[in-house]
């Protein structure tokens, strides 16, 4: 119940489209859901996130979508970008404070072809 | 966003050594977090780092393995004791921000590699 599930494992894009990556998680408790974005020889760096009174949020090229029914979560990147090739990693965050605790899936590595 | 130096950035290890990495934050912070990244794997929280106090390990990380210092409020370190190849990973360091530190910022990392 502690797991969040990421797919795909790995995506490749062309230059302009749209980068989908899916996040589904089973515990409840969870209710801040951020997305890292992790250059090589780099740490993850926070790239956006949402909470489930929401059900999108936008900044920029990067959306996220939330379910909360269906407990699920995804990141769009659109007019997607050389520069975007990264793993991405979703994660999720229990109710009352993760005190530095998330839950990380396993990530994508993303691939944007010029 | 803190700014987070981490050393060193990679080495290479025998087996049945120690490794101590080093975190060192920009600004003063209460709490600094430990992660470990294996290959093809997720992120996962090995212990919080407390100034003036021993650490909070998380299930399946012990002290004797993973010891933590935390001398001020700037500075930690993680040692992985008594090496084996399993423990060859990515280790970051990390600082959060928000109400309960959800939002988390990462040192570039150290990867270790055990032989």
């Known amino acids: 119940q502690q797991q969040v599930k990421q797919s795909p494992q790995s995506l490749i894009v062309q230059k302009g489209g749209i980068s989908i990556i899916n996040c589904a998680y089973e515990?409840?408790?969870?209710?801040?859901f951020p997305w890292y974005q992790q250059f090589p020889g780099k740490g993850p760096a926070l790239l956006i996130a949402i909470r489930p009174d929401v059900s999108e949020k936008k900044e920029g090229r990067f959306t996220i979508s939330f379910n909360k029914s269906a407990k699920q979560f995804s990141l769009h990147i659109m007019d997607s970008q050389p520069g975007d090739s990264a793993t991405y990693f979703c994660?999720?965050?229990?109710?009352?404070?993760?005190?530095?605790?998330?839950?990380f899936g396993k990530g994508t590595k993303l691939s944007v072809k010029p | 966003s803190a700014v987070i130096s981490q050393k060193p950035s990679r080495d290479i290890c025998q087996r049945g050594t120690s490794l101590t990495i080093q975190c060192q934050v920009d600004s003063q912070v209460t709490m600094m977090f430990w992660y470990r990244q294996q290959p093809g794997q997720s992120l996962t929280l090995i212990a919080t780092?407390?100034?003036?106090?021993?650490?909070?390990?998380e299930s399946g990380f012990v002290i004797d393995k993973f010891p933590i210092s935390r001398p001020n409020l700037t500075f930690s370190t993680l040692t992985v004791s008594n090496m084996s190849p399993e423990d060859s990973s990515i280790y970051l360091c990390?600082?959060?921000?928000?109400?309960?530190?959800?939002?988390?910022?990462f040192g570039s990392g150290t990867q270790l590699s055990v032989l």
């Open positions: 994660a999720a965050g229990p109710h009352g404070g993760s005190q530095g605790n998330l839950i």
């Open positions: 515990n409840t408790a969870f209710d801040y």
């Open positions: 780092a407390n100034q003036g106090s021993e650490a909070t390990y």
């Open positions: 990390s600082v959060g921000q928000g109400p309960t530190n959800e939002k988390l910022f």
